[in-house]
């Protein structure tokens, strides 16, 4: 039934109302990453929902997403969290996302302007969390930001393709990864890129 209740919304969402270009925003309907500006993208929209999906953020969740990008994703989990707490490294792109999610009348996402590579401490620790650029290696503050039940989606490895990667710690605090896929997303910028 959950599953049922994201895709419901999910389809409900008008993905052109997050792109700005319009010679970009006719492509919405495509299933394809697309162009946002900044040497960004917004993600195909089946993979938007296949993470949210995997994430499965809960009402009495405090959800942390590394990459507010166009707000696309924040809108998803803002729709099923009960908190949603979103670090965007380029101003730009933060204030536009900002104005959009305010617009449609979300009022339980915190917005950061930053480098998502430290997480939010400020707020930690956090039931969900979601990463939408691709890290070379495991972003260590992420993982001590994680509650002991919880569970971060994040794209893990080189230039190119990445593992689609679920990483869950259980209550005794053991942190285990689950590759589901392959994906090709941007560089998180920062100690944890590929440069």
């Known amino acids: ?44 929209p089946s993979l938007v929902l296949e993470m949210t999906c995997l994430l499965a953020p809960e009402r009495d969740h405090r959800v942390l ?14 729709e099923f ?14 204030e536009s996302a900002k104005s959009r999610l305010h617009e449609l009348g979300y009022r339980n996402i915190h917005f950061k302007l930053g480098d998502g590579s430290d997480g939010w ?8 969390i979601m990463v939408t650029a691709a890290a070379a290696k495991m972003p260590e503050e992420l993982v001590k930001q ?4 919880g569970k971060m989606v994040i794209p893990l490895g080189a230039k190119g393709w990445q593992d689609l990667c679920v990483i869950s710690i259980d209550e005794s605090g053991e942190v285990r990864t689950e590759v589901v896929g392959k994906v090709a997303f941007v560089e998180m910028k920062g100690k944890y890129g590929w440069t």
Not at 81 to 94: D, F, H, M, S
């Open 81 to 94: 969290a009960g908190e949603v707490y979103t670090v965007e490294r380029i101003p730009e792109l933060l």
């Open 1 to 44: 039934m959950y599953r049922r209740d994201i895709e419901r919304f999910f389809k409900s969402l008008d993905r052109s109302y997050f792109i700005d270009n319009e010679s970009v925003k006719r492509y919405a309907h495509m299933d394809r990453a697309l162009p946002i500006g900044y040497e960004q993208t917004i993600s195909q």
């Open 65 to 78: 997403e590394i990459g507010t990008g166009s707000g696309y994703q924040t809108a998803l989990l803002a």
């Open 121 to 128: 401490q400020e707020h930690a620790p956090y039931d969900r």
């Open 146 to 149: 994680l509650k002991p039940g």
